[in-house]
Every structure is written in structure tokens, then in C-alpha cells.
């Protein structure tokens, strides 16, 4: 009886081992699973936005506030995860190159010149920022890319998506990447 | 629509202690502005921005300024359109920091950009119609502004600087700017400015580090006179971040001609200024900063003073 238990759990998993190699192809079992500190961050927009590509200049741009509406028109909406989320901490690190502090008094500054239309909006949740972006055809945020669901668009930066070896808003900094 | 209209009221003010050495001067603790900075999301297009500033003047009494009034349509990144009362585009510093002492870096404004009601020699508001965007220009990042206004008032020294409400005259000031702030140097901003003055500066601004440096020449030409009276003025000033300190300098120079008829009191002045600014908190700040002013056939006049500035 031993034998027919040890045979029956093996032959599940040979099905279970199988069907994953038909579904994702053979690197899928090579690759070693993202460790949570390489985790990558998704640029996301709403589904209308034509916009399917973002240099990562432009991307600062939009950040910064510098950018004011999409090509169509639109006015965009950022949101920003609140200072607690470690996402944050990449944006500020990767894109903005300020501290809280910094980001802070940069649009407060740029709000009271005018020259920035208004400040991010910040929610506590990805889930939040999803559906805001989902919810507003100019929005604009960022989720970690194991977030992102088909209710909103991921946007490449430099023509990347977060599963690019190459791509540059990731949890780890880029000095201490393999 | 998917944007809900929405008041915002962000508040700034400052307290200063100062002295100087001047003549019959004597030290005073002044209230600064208080400065109620409102803006609302009226529409995706259309945006209201009001500063509202409430200050003493010199005889104690304390009044109300609308010192900004804009309804602002943004059509695109390319063009945007305000109309109301503006802080005109002359040089930079005139944009970049408006009625809040807490954004700037030293205490004051350079002399060059004094308010008109502060014995100001620039027009520094208009009220009209100003249009500003960016020129596809690439990683260059220009931009323009073009603007038309009432001007500043001339036919009496007494008379409100500012023509808010009625024009002496059917002639529209104008004036045209352009700037650039290129991709490759983050933080860089250059440009030139004219309206009857010509305004150029180069400006360097990061969180960390500021360097600011801006020289105008204005010109007056008095209706009846063939002869054209220029004033040059500079300043520059540097500063950097040390955690919650902030030393800077500046060094400023205006030269009016003694008989200059719009502002003949304002002559010849020069002089450095060092301070060192400390971020108490996030919306705090202590500014410490000595002055040293030079006149032309008069003392000079060294000043102190310790500024608490705060947003809220």
C-alpha cells in the first residue's frame, strides 16, 4: 500500500509539473523566483490612456509635475502610495533623487508659482491606487508589478516592462544588484 | 467630469527681529506677511489661484493686498492661459518666489525685486492676460511667456503702483520671455526677459544647492525728454544644505542716476549679505542673516536680523 501512495503522489506531481511547463514554457522552471528585494515597480495608467510607452526622462517629468497633461489633452493625475510603503522609497530614490522633506517643499514651491497644476494625490493602499487609476483617465501611479491586475495598463519606460532584465524602478537599489 | 472642484488654503507668515546701524533707526520686532495662498480645481481646464496677503506698514497699520488673482485655463502643455493679477515675468525671481518668506532662502527679496509699496523699482504685478508653454524644443526645454497688462502706474509717485482697476492711459505694457531648462542639466534654468527692461539670469536650483544669478537693465524715458535713463542692478547668491542648515550669500548692486525722475531715491546701492537659515521643522524655519549696504555720498549701513518663517 506504501508503494501505491508513493507512485500515486509522484504521478500528481509529473501532471502538475507538466502542465505548468506547457503553460509557461521551460524557463519558468529555471528561473529562480524574484527575491523580495529585486521586486520590480509597474508604472501604471488607466486602460483609455493611448499613451503605451514613457522615456524615463518624460517619466520624471510627469513625476516632477513639469508635464501637465498627456499628448491627447488629458490632464494628468499622479498618485503616490503614502510615506510608509517601501514603493515609495524607490520613487523618491529612483525618480525624484530627493528625500521626503525635499519632495515636500518641491511641490509646495511649484504649486504657489503656478507652475505646477497641483500636488500628488497619496493613498495608502495599492489596492487604492489601482482603482483610482482604473477610476481616472488621466491618473497615473505605480504599484509593485505583482499588483497590477488587467483593470489598468502597465506603461514601458524606455520601451521596458518590470519582467525586463534592464528595467530600473526595482525595490533594490540599483548599486546593489547582481 | 472626473475632478471634483476643490478649495485648497495653504497659509504662510513670518516674524523678523532686526537692528541696524542706520541713524535714528531703531530695533523693532515687524509681523511680516501673512499670506493665505488659495487655489481650487474649478474644472480638468480651468483652475482659481489667489494669494491674499495681510501686512503692516510703516505706520503700524495692518492691510489687505490681493496680491495674486488668476483664473487659469491649461489647455495643453504647449498653452496656458491666465487672466487677473500676476507676479510679472521679469527675471526669475519674480515667479519663483512670490509673498512667502518661508520659500525663500534669505529673509528678504533682492533690493532689484522689492514690491512696488516697498519703494520697488520693477513692476512686479500686472493685472491682464498672461499666456505660458513650453516650445517643442526637444532636451533643450524651452518655454515661453508673453503677457499684456494695465502696467505701472506714472502719472503721480503717490499713486497705487498697480492699475487694478482703471488705466490712466489706453497703452498696454508688454512682455516677453523665454527660458530654457535643458534636460542635461538638471535644475538649470536660463532665460531673458523685455518689456521696455531687459532682464537675463542663469539659475541653478536642487534641493541641496541654489545659485542664483539674474542682472537687468531698465529704462525710463520720460514723456518730453530725448534723454533715456538706464539702471543696471545684479545680484547673486549661493547657498547649500547641510542637513537643517543652510548657509548663503548674496551680493547685490542697483545704480539709478541721481536724477532719475520715476525713483529718484533709490540711487546707489550695494552690498553683500550672509545668513544662515535652519530648518526648525518641516514647516519652520530660522533665518539669521547680517547685511552690509553701501549708498553713494552716504554712511554705509550694516543690519541684522533674525527671521522666523513658517508655513501652515
Not at chain 1, 519632495?103 to 495599492?126: D, E, M, S
Not at chain 2, 537692528?19 to 480651468?46: C, M
Not at chain 2, 494669494?51 to 504647449?78: C, H, M, W
Request: glycine letters at 8%; a neutral charge; hydrophobic letters at 40%.
Amino acid at each position: 500500500m506504501p508503494r501505491i501512495r508513493i507512485l500515486f503522489v509522484l504521478s500528481v506531481l509529473v501532471v502538475v509539473l507538466a502542465i505548468r511547463l506547457v503553460a509557461t514554457g521551460p524557463e519558468s522552471l529555471l528561473a529562480a523566483p524574484a527575491s523580495g528585494g529585486d521586486q520590480a515597480l509597474a508604472i501604471i495608467v488607466n486602460q483609455a490612456n493611448p499613451v503605451e510607452n514613457c522615456s524615463f526622462e518624460e517619466l520624471r517629468k510627469i513625476f516632477l509635475g513639469e508635464r501637465s497633461h498627456w499628448p491627447n489633452g488629458r490632464r494628468i493625475t499622479l498618485v503616490m502610495l503614502d510615506p510608509a510603503q517601501p514603493e515609495r522609497k524607490v520613487i523618491l530614490r529612483e525618480i525624484y533623487a530627493m528625500s521626503e522633506k525635499d519632495l515636500n517643499n518641491h511641490f509646495i514651491q511649484g504649486v504657489f508659482t503656478g507652475n505646477i497644476l497641483a500636488a500628488p494625490k497619496t493613498l495608502a493602499t495599492p489596492a487604492d491606487v489601482r482603482k483610482f487609476v482604473f477610476n481616472v483617465p488621466g491618473a497615473i501611479g505605480y504599484v509593485s508589478a505583482t499588483e497590477v491586475d488587467p483593470s489598468v495598463k502597465t506603461l514601458r519606460i524606455d520601451g521596458r516592462l518590470p519582467d525586463d532584465k534592464e528595467y530600473r524602478l526595482r525595490l533594490q537599489p540599483r548599486s546593489n544588484r547582481p | 467630469m472626473d475632478m471634483k472642484t476643490r478649495m485648497q488654503i495653504r497659509g504662510f507668515g513670518d516674524v523678523t527681529f532686526h537692528g541696524s546701524d542706520q541713524k535714528r533707526s531703531h530695533t523693532a520686532f515687524s509681523l511680516g506677511q501673512l499670506n493665505l495662498f488659495v487655489t481650487s480645481d474649478v474644472s480638468e481646464k480651468f483652475r482659481f489661484l489667489s494669494e491674499i496677503v495681510f501686512e503692516a506698514d510703516p505706520s503700524n497699520t495692518v492691510g489687505v493686498d490681493v496680491e495674486r488673482l488668476l483664473l487659469q485655463y491649461s489647455k495643453n502643455d504647449y498653452f496656458n492661459l491666465s487672466v487677473g493679477r500676476y507676479h510679472t515675468a521679469i527675471g526669475f525671481y519674480n515667479t519663483a518666489y512670490h509673498h512667502a518668506a518661508w520659500l525663500q532662502t534669505a529673509t528678504g527679496r533682492p533690493l532689484l525685486f522689492q514690491f512696488e509699496d516697498g519703494g520697488g523699482i520693477l513692476p512686479i504685478h500686472n493685472v491682464g492676460v498672461s499666456a505660458s508653454g513650453l516650445i517643442p524644443s526637444g532636451r533643450l526645454g524651452l518655454h515661453y511667456i508673453a503677457e499684456i497688462g494695465n502696467g505701472r502706474a506714472s502719472s503721480s509717485p503717490n499713486a497705487e503702483a498697480v492699475q487694478n482697476v482703471v488705466d490712466e492711459n489706453n497703452g498696454k505694457a508688454v512682455n516677453v520671455a523665454l527660458f530654457a531648462r535643458p534636460d542635461a542639466i538638471r535644475g538649470l534654468q536660463t532665460g531673458v526677459s523685455d518689456e521696455m527692461i531687459f532682464a537675463a539670469h542663469a539659475v541653478v536650483q536642487r534641493p541641496s544647492f541654489e545659485w542664483l544669478n539674474e542682472a537687468l537693465l531698465i529704462r525710463h524715458a520720460p514723456q518730453g525728454q530725448s534723454h533715456v535713463f538706464e539702471t543696471p542692478g545684479f545680484y547673486t547668491q549661493i547657498s547649500k544644505a547641510f542637513g537643517a542648515y543652510r548657509p548663503y550669500f548674496r551680493y547685490q548692486y542697483v545704480n539709478e542716476s541721481s536724477k532719475e525722475p520715476v525713483f529718484p531715491f533709490v540711487g546707489l546701492q550695494y552690498g553683500p549679505s550672509v545668513g544662515l537659515r535652519f530648518h526648525a521643522s518641516e514647516s519652520v524655519a530660522l533665518k539669521l542673516q547680517y547685511d552690509h549696504t553701501a549708498f553713494r555720498q552716504q554712511q554705509s549701513v550694516n543690519g541684522l536680523a533674525l527671521q522666523f518663517a513658517f508655513t501652515f
